[in-house]
């Protein structure tokens, strides 16, 4: 494949970045609610670096929209259904207007009990993972979340795919420091990195997928072309797959990857599935103060000969794209006013 060629560029600050996200969130059919809640998610993804989970995913959502695939202006149904365990119906809407809905009881209970569990379902999760659980983190609790996806994942040993990409994400505070967060997929790769791979015209490592006969492939367009990803680690991450599925679609009462059709919606793109969240509470413990214990493992990590821990990208692009601005294409940015109509 040919080198990714050099693309003029302009900058944008964060806030103007959810406000041209907003509006094209509102032209394209969401509510006010729901328009905020997904220029915030996808803003925040462009500013800490994570591009598969920002701008790049504006064509995904319009055109998802448009199919009537998904409700924009769903209201999600929060339900209180034991001490701790609270129950969202996204209403075949998008999952992070459920969790901005059901934030504030999902709280009072992880505060309450020590522990609290939402589950979402009914909902659409096309974003990534990590800014579902961050924000607990900066609260001093502790989160981890799992959402489904679309067919896209060869079990390890199978033939075909069954599972999506299937992300787990966790957050933890720690003293003196920003919290420790990880998202990752547990496929070899994201989906979205595939799909960037393949526009910029860029190989993939060995191991990341097979194309439509099952033969391994390099080629990210081999992949998306009736291709599919394998699971990270073998069998180990086609076992974490499989408990995602569980988590998040039968736990829930979602879907698992496999039960939903959009063939009569052309143009979705986002699956229609489940998510779990669980929130712990660590002043609830027995043990030392959790932050303290956190950051002392974060040392001895640091102490090993660790240079960079998980979240810290983010961190670094986040302060930089503060101070000096989000940095996209200018094609990219055409493309944004155009879709809100500027």
């Keep these: 494949m040919s080198a990714p060629r050099e693309t003029a560029t302009q900058t944008i600050s964060y806030s103007d970045l959810v406000a041209l996200l907003a509006q094209v969130f509102l032209r394209h059919g969401t509510s006010a609610e729901v328009a905020r809640v997904l220029a915030e998610n996808c803003a925040s993804a462009e500013r800490d670096g994570a591009h598969s989970h920002g701008v790049f995913r504006i064509p995904g959502y319009v055109s998802t929209l448009a199919s009537g695939w998904v409700d924009g202006k769903a209201i999600p149904v929060v339900e209180d259904v034991a001490s701790g365990f609270v129950r969202v119906d996204a209403g075949n809407g998008f999952a992070q207007p459920a969790l901005a809905a059901a934030r504030a009881l999902l709280l009072e209970k992880a505060r309450s009990a020590g522990i609290a569990v939402l589950a979402i379902r009914n909902s659409h999760h096309f974003a990534a993972l990590w800014p579902d659980v961050e924000p607990f983190a900066y609260q001093g609790l502790v989160a981890l979340s799992v959402v489904n996806s679309m067919t896209c994942v060869v079990p390890h040993g199978a033939e075909r795919p069954l599972f ?88 829930t009462g979602g879907n698992f990857s496999f039960e939903f059709d959009w063939s009569k919606h052309p143009g979705a793109k986002t699956p229609w599935t489940g998510q779990l969240i669980i929130v712990i509470d660590p002043a609830k413990s027995a043990g030392r103060d959790f932050a303290e214990r956190s950051q002392t493992l974060v040392s001895q990590m640091q102490g090993v000969g660790l240079q960079r821990l998980p979240g810290d990208r983010r961190h670094r692009q986040r302060a930089e794209s503060l101070r000096e601005g989000i940095v996209l294409a200018v094609s990219d940015l055409q493309q944004l006013r155009a879709l809100a109509g500027q």
């Design 164 to 251: 999506g990409t299937n992300p787990i994400a966790f957050a933890a505070p720690r003293a003196g420091g920003d919290p420790i967060v990880f998202d990752l997929a547990t496929s070899a790769m994201a989906h979205g990195d595939v799909q960037i791979a393949a526009r910029e015209g860029r190989s993939l490592p060995p191991g990341v997928g097979v194309d439509r006969e099952g033969r391994p492939t390099c080629d990210p367009k081999a992949i998306l072309d009736g291709g599919a990803l394998l699971p990270f680690g073998g069998h180990k991450g086609s076992a974490l797959s499989m408990m995602v599925e569980l988590l998040a679609a039968a736990l």
